[in-house]
């Protein structure tokens, strides 16, 4: 396994940790299994979605405030419980399939790193199995 840190500049954010991952599989020598993509931070996830348009991102993470706002009656005394929603709905991993050392991914897609509770240092961890 390998671990990566990152740091966020904002609240909210996606980073591209497609080149991470793809360092990762090319690291363990795996040609053909998958690869998972892990974050232990219950305030932010991991998502694969389109990387040629920023304003992709960019409406997902405003449709993420229009359904789950910061100000909303929350009990969780941190103040946070809006960031805690959204990475439970984004997800904290991602599985990808390996085929000849390469992530399998569509043309227009990365791998990214969901901040929802930012600016933070950050880590996730990328796994690759052989099958």
């Not at 979605?49 to 005394?77: K, M, S, T």
Request: aromatic residues 8%.
């Amino acid at each position: 396994m390998l671990s990566f840190e990152l740091r966020t500049r904002d609240r909210d954010a996606f980073v591209d940790i497609t080149d991470r991952v793809r360092e990762a599989i090319a690291d363990s020598g795996v040609q053909q299994g998958t690869c998972l993509i892990y974050c232990p931070h219950t305030t932010a996830g991991i998502t694969i979605n389109e990387n040629a348009d920023p304003d992709v991102p960019r409406d997902i993470l405003a449709a993420l405030d229009r359904c789950f706002p910061w100000q909303a009656g929350y009990r969780h005394a941190e103040g946070n419980s809006a960031a805690h929603i959204k990475a439970s709905t984004v997800g904290a991993s991602c599985l990808l399939v390996v085929k000849d050392g390469k992530p399998v991914l569509g043309t227009w897609q990365s791998v990214f790193f969901c901040e929802f509770d930012g600016p933070r240092s950050r880590r996730f961890h990328v796994q690759v199995c052989g099958s």
